[in-house]
């Protein structure tokens, strides 16, 4: 079975005290929270401190990128295995912020997945259609490019191991939700896609996650779905109280 995964993508917010805060407020009110994996992603600046405040609590950290260089001449980035000394378990790549603003490309993703994963690091892979996509009817095709590129010569036994984001653009920070039949319809869309192009272990393994105004009162519904194993939460990972709400959505 898939254990669960629900992720806290903190965005551009909050200090290193304020992050530290946010972590020491949500321990205790995940601490029951049983077979799930719980990720949160601060800002880079705050990893470390973070980490520390997290220790023992179960709570696994993500950085929201890397790049796929160990080092070098290269101003600005931070290699996958430094958030591992940071202390992180996990790494979110080709966020659609990303995308968007900073010109993320499949293929630059596919470097980054690759070198996550060599450094020991659980890539949490986003894909999503924009709202224009939807409404033109090149849903399927756009997330089919997207897997096929982002994922591009990652073995299978890798490919098990990976988290899928599958983010509809049009649902991030809107307060639109995707019903819990159209993200289910994509989630399915992306199995069968891994198991066409990686067989049948990856495709019963990877665990892919919806995100994109996952709130409290809409996470049961997403959870209840066959193909749905979690969720990537942006706003209502910022409060203690409404983040472990969602994680305790099977309490
Ligand atoms: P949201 O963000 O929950 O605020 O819509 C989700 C995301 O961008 O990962």
Request: with cysteine; aromatic share 6%.
């Amino acid at each position: 079975m898939r254990k669960p995964v629900i992720a806290g993508n903190w965005k551009l917010f909050k200090s290193i005290g304020e992050s530290t805060a946010l972590i020491n407020e949500l321990k205790p009110l995940v601490a029951g929270a049983g077979n799930v994996e719980i990720v949160v992603a601060p800002v880079f600046t705050a990893l470390n401190r973070v980490s520390d405040a997290a220790s023992g609590s179960g709570i696994n950290l993500a950085a929201q990128d890397c790049f796929w260089e160990e080092e070098g001449a290269f101003t600005g980035e931070v290699a996958p295995k430094l958030l591992k000394d940071a202390g992180c378990s996990h790494v979110i790549i080709g966020h659609s912020e990303r995308r968007q603003y900073f010109g993320e490309t499949d293929a630059t993703v596919n470097k980054k997945t690759k070198a996550a994963m060599a450094a020991g690091l659980t890539a949490i892979v986003c894909v999503g259609e924009t709202l224009e996509e939807r409404e033109s009817g090149r849903t399927f095709s756009v997330i089919e490019e997207q897997i096929q590129n982002s994922l591009a010569g990652i073995a299978p036994e890798g490919v098990a191991g990976l988290i899928i984001a599958y983010e509809p653009v049009w649902a991030i920070g809107t307060g639109k939700t995707a019903s819990d039949e159209q993200a289910q319809e994509v989630h399915a869309f992306i199995r069968s896609l891994i198991l066409n192009l990686f067989g049948q272990t990856a495709s019963d393994a990877v665990r892919i996650l919806y995100g994109g105004s996952v709130k409290p009162d809409n996470v049961k519904g997403l959870m209840g779905q066959a193909d749905i194993d979690g969720a990537l939460v942006g706003g209502a990972s910022l409060k203690a109280d409404s983040f472990a709400a969602i994680v305790n959505f099977g309490v």
